[in-house]
């Protein structure tokens, strides 16, 4: 449903057109409209007030006349024409006149759902051409006075239509805007301000009721308010405008404007439920008796369940949104005769909630024939599986109890449950239980996940035949959006926080990406639920949760820095290459790479979907490319346990996937999984992952490109808060003699794709990673750094035991010399300083020759090394 | 309102079109909920059932008497009910002459 506005069709003032009805807009934009506006307005304030007034007065002077009559005993005193009796009659008018202009009034404030919910009142006007909407009728009187309020300044300006500026600092005035902008983080007081120095211009602005009625219609709402009108403004924004600037740098789009809208009034819609809910109610009679009179007492039953539409009169019951199309199809069913039906959804996506909504409709008889007059019970599982001796006896009887009573409806949630508890005589209680409702006239309702159904309740004989599926449909974002939102404002009366917009979002997102177990909406509602109980005010001032207060709490549960999910780790990022650097020897231009590129995939310009960034290492032995991935972890992740290496040589046998993804029904995580589980923010190490079955290089295909993987669980993971890193020595002769022939790290690549690359790897593997690094086989030059470098750690533990020992540089000359291997890398200096200079050193301190507090130095001379004491 | 004496003046030509419609839809709403509070439409679906699922025989005659009893009730709940929404509607319908009369008279000489 849309309303094509042309701007020929539509010069100010005149009728627009809606699906055959005229849309109108009386405000006329003139001085002595507006006077009239006024004068009309205080005229009606007058006159109320004036009726109110001859009400008061003639109850009083009836009053009076009454207590005089009663003194007197005559009783004629209304059919004697005398001058107390006027007031009386006149207030008997005043009150049919008021009465008549409140019910005037509610039939106007319905006119706007009457057009959206009435489709054949739209076509009868529309046959009839003579349909006429007024939409400055449709105005409550808030939005009605902020218009005019903006013409009239507009007028004195003379300005030829109204001015943006006047009329959003006019609406900001109003208390729905002042909410709004709350929700949305913003001072109003300072918006105002910033509208009137920055004059906002849009050719666009006689539009602006019809775009609002618009609104009016998508939000489902009786009048136009002045949010509605507000959106409409925020619509039609010129892009280059300041405010739209502004809007944009506050990351507040038109999209979050309505959406705080929907919010806003949803939460009255849910008011007024409520209170047509508590009329309602009251034809239900109370206890287990119906209306009927035919229900049976069920004391039995009563012990191992919830009554739910009992629960609902209390106001015991989660209020939810969103589950209205569902219900409907409930209703459907249950109209069709299905005596049996199974809600199929994930968990946390509304199956209770639906239940819920059932349960109040039910309270207040809003149900099918088949559903009135009766009970909504909640078996309670877990008091029937408690007693595993009796349970079968337990279940057999409530079952008979709830059917003799006959005004029952059974809920049991979680019916998978059933099937893990054996009996004496062998079945599953779900098998015992399918077989008792078949031969009993009863009415049920069972939840479960889809998993759960797959592997417990299709193999459990009679009980597809005999329930009737349903399958939850699933939210739309801006649905799951609502009901989080609606949430937001049931947690924020348990614990005195007001939720800003933008910290529900940032929790669906967060939820979303990186906490596992319930679906949505269930999963942002909990961690704002727990955001809440966590930000204790200390006053009695209510706390403001913001978005920062959410990715604090999602980063103390994943251990994954707050600067890291809200994507401030710049600073980190650009001292990254220097602190490798220091690190790892003669890899320049790998560093550089791994570094850029890690820079590229975190500036915000790659996918959130895919890992943070994924590399693969090429090149020989002991050139540093695990020592890169440590170093890695250390520096960019904070800890070296957020590394996780998987030697992949270990998947290469038939077992590998088993290996890597579990089997399904197993209790225990393999190693992969449970690290993503404890760690979704990691550094994922896969060493000589050319040595890999294709099965797990195709596995890999799909992580690096969606950032998850399914575990045989069938649970989903997601790596998109990890990097991972894969290293391979395939080619490694290539690069060697690239390198030999100086050749330059382009030429060396393209050979290397054209030549063993392709060998050994996929190419649409080798195109899934970020980049490919290659490292430069070690020149003595870089093997004497290695020595430096490693005999400072030496020098570091030393001097963690008060020995202060230099090392000459003979001794590096030495190391090496003789540790230079360009086959093996920088290996073999740690294998030489061990077995030398570490060897030697041990002996001076067993030797005692060595102690606390000593100085000195160690050289190499030709009958070996020599410790040089100093003073 | 913001035509107060026109509106004053049309106030009639509403009260006996629009306004009536209104009142009518009301005591409509009105008997519907009497009704529906009343149970009469679920009770008499049950008629032939027994109270309490008693099935015996003296249960079933018992409840069958019972039930008429009870209808009976329920009946005349619901017509009182009715009747006094009748007195609303018939009041509806003279209540506008009868305050302008009344108002009319007190100016009339007293005899």
Redesign the interface.
């Known amino acids: 449903m849309s309303i094509n506005i042309s701007k020929n069709k539509t010069p100010w003032g005149t009728p627009n057109d809606f699906e055959g009805i005229n849309l109108n807009f009386s405000a006329a934009y003139n001085l002595s409209s507006i006077n009239n506006f006024y004068q009309?307005?205080k005229?009606?304030q007058y006159?109320?007030f004036t009726l109110w007034s001859l009400v008061f007065i003639g109850i009083t002077a009836l009053l009076f006349q009454l207590i005089l009559s009663f003194y007197n005993q005559d009783w004629s005193f209304?059919?004697?024409?005398?001058?107390l009796?006027?007031p009386t009659?006149?207030a008997?008018?005043s009150s049919?006149?008021l009465w008549?202009?409140q019910?005037?009034q509610q039939?106007k404030d319905h006119s706007l759902n009457l057009l959206y919910l009435n489709p054949v009142w739209q076509i009868e006007n529309s046959r009839k051409n003579t349909a006429t909407v007024d939409i400055f009728e449709i105005f409550n009187l808030q939005a009605k006075l902020a218009w005019q309020k903006a013409s009239e300044l507009s007028l004195q300006e003379n300005l030829s239509v109204p001015s943006l500026n006047h009329i959003l600092s006019c609406l900001l005035e109003s208390l729905d805007l002042k909410e709004a902008c709350l929700r949305l983080g913003i001072n109003s007081k300072d918006l105002i301000k910033f509208i009137n120095k920055n004059p906002t211009i849009s050719s666009r602005t006689p539009e602006l009721p019809f775009i609002s009625f618009e609104i009016a219609l998508k939000l489902h709402n009786k009048s136009i308010d002045p949010l509605m009108l507000f959106c409409a403004c925020v619509k039609i924004l010129e892009e280059n405008s300041a405010l739209s600037k502004l809007f944009t740098k506050l990351e507040i789009s038109q999209e979050k404007w309505e959406a705080v809208s929907a919010w806003i009034f949803t939460l009255r819609i849910l008011q007024d439920d409520i209170r047509l809910f508590k009329k309602l109610s009251?034809?239900k009679?109370t206890g287990d008796m119906?209306?009927?009179?035919?229900?049976?007492p069920t004391p039995f039953l009563d012990r191992f369940s919830t009554d739910l539409t009992w629960q609902a009169r209390l106001g015991r019951l989660p209020i939810s949104v969103g589950r209205h199309e569902d219900l409907e199809e409930l209703f459907q069913l249950f109209a069709q005769n299905n005596k049996y039906i199974l809600i199929k959804g994930e968990e946390g996506t509304g199956r209770s909630a639906l239940v819920n909504e059932l349960a109040f409709k039910m309270e207040t008889?809003q149900v099918p024939a088949s559903l009135?007059?009766k009970r909504l019970v909640r078996l309670e599982i877990s008091g029937i599986l408690g007693n595993p001796q009796k349970s079968e006896v337990i279940l057999e009887e409530l079952l008979n109890e709830a059917a003799?009573?006959?005004n029952i409806v059974l809920v049991v949630e979680d019916i998978e449950q059933m099937s893990k508890a054996r009996t004496i005589s062998g079945l599953s209680l779900l098998e015992l239980f399918t077989d008792s409702l078949q031969s009993l006239s009863l009415q049920a309702i069972v939840t479960c996940d889809p998993e759960a159904y797959v592997d417990f309740l299709q193999k459990t004989p009679n009980f597809t035949q005999i329930f009737t599926e349903h399958e939850l449909k699933t939210l739309t974002p801006d649905q799951i959006l609502l009901a989080a939102c609606v949430k937001a404002s049931l947690i924020e009366s348990h614990h005195n926080c007001i939720f800003l917009f933008q910290a529900i979002e940032k929790s669906i997102a967060l939820s979303n990406e990186l906490l596992r177990g319930v679906g949505q909406p269930q999963k942002a509602v909990q961690l704002l639920t727990e955001t809440a109980s966590k930000s204790k005010s200390k006053n009695k001032e209510p706390i403001l949760i913001t978005a920062e207060e959410i990715e604090k709490i999602i980063s103390d549960k994943t251990h994954i820095p707050q600067n890291t999910i809200n994507g401030d780790e710049a600073q980190k990022l650009l001292t990254l290459e220097v602190v490798l650097s220091q690190s790892i020897i003669g890899q320049t231009q790998a560093i550089k790479a791994v570094c850029e590129s890690l820079k590229r995939a975190r500036s915000g310009l790659a996918s959130d979907t895919r890992p943070l960034a994924s590399f693969l290492f090429l090149g020989p032995t002991g050139v540093g490319k695990t020592e890169v991935a440590k170093t890695l972890a250390r520096e960019y992740f904070g800890k070296e346990e957020f590394l996780l290496r998987l030697d992949m040589s270990e998947f290469a046998g038939g077992d590998a996937m088993y290996k890597l993804l579990g089997a399904k029904g197993e209790e225990f995580d393999p190693p992969l999984i449970k690290h993503l589980k404890n760690y979704p923010y990691c550094l994922l190490l896969l060493d000589e992952f050319e040595k890999a079955r294709t099965e797990i290089h195709n596995l890999f295909l799909q992580i690096l490109d969606d950032g998850r993987l399914t575990t045989a669980k069938g649970e989903l993971i997601s790596l998109s808060h990890c990097l991972i890193i894969a290293t391979s020595n395939a080619g490694t002769k290539n690069i060697q003699d690239g390198f030999k022939s100086g050749k330059n790290l382009e030429e060396i690549k393209t050979e290397l794709f054209q030549n063993a690359l392709l060998k050994t790897f996929a190419p649409e593997l080798l195109n899934r990673f970020d980049s490919t690094v290659v490292f430069s086989p070690l020149s003595p030059q870089d093997t004497k750094a290695i020595a430096r470098l490693q005999l400072k750690d030496l020098q570091k533990k030393l001097d963690a035991k008060g020995i202060k020992i230099t090392f000459t540089e003979n001794v590096i000359e030495d190391i090496a010399k003789n540790a230079f291997d360009p086959l093996l890398g920088g290996r073999p200096v740690r294998r030489y300083i061990q077995d030398h200079v570490e060897n030697f050193i041990a002996d001076l301190l067993l030797n005692k020759k060595l102690n606390k507090g000593h100085k000195g130095s160690i050289d190499i001379t030709e009958d070996g090394f020599k410790l040089k004491s100093q003073p | 309102m913001q035509n107060f004496p026109l509106n004053i003046l049309s106030l009639p030509v509403w009260w006996y079109s629009i306004g009536l419609k209104i009142a009518l839809k009301n005591a409509e709403q009105n008997f519907s909920f009497g009704v529906k509070k009343s149970g009469i439409i679920l009770f008499a679906r049950h008629i032939g059932e027994p109270l309490y699922g008693d099935y015996t025989r003296t249960g079933r005659i018992v409840s069958f008497f019972l039930r008429l009893a009870l209808t009976f009730f329920k009946l005349a709940s619901i017509s009182l009910r009715g009747m006094i929404i009748l007195i609303f509607l018939l009041s509806y319908l003279v209540i506008l002459p009868f305050s302008i009369l009344i108002l009319v008279w007190q100016f009339l000489p007293a005899k």
């Open positions: 009309a307005l005229i009606e006159s109320r209304f059919f004697v024409p005398q001058l009796n006027i009659a006149l008997l008018f049919l006149y008549a202009k019910k005037e039939a009251k034809l009679p119906n209306v009927g009179l035919t229900a049976v008889e009135q007059d003799k009573s006959g």
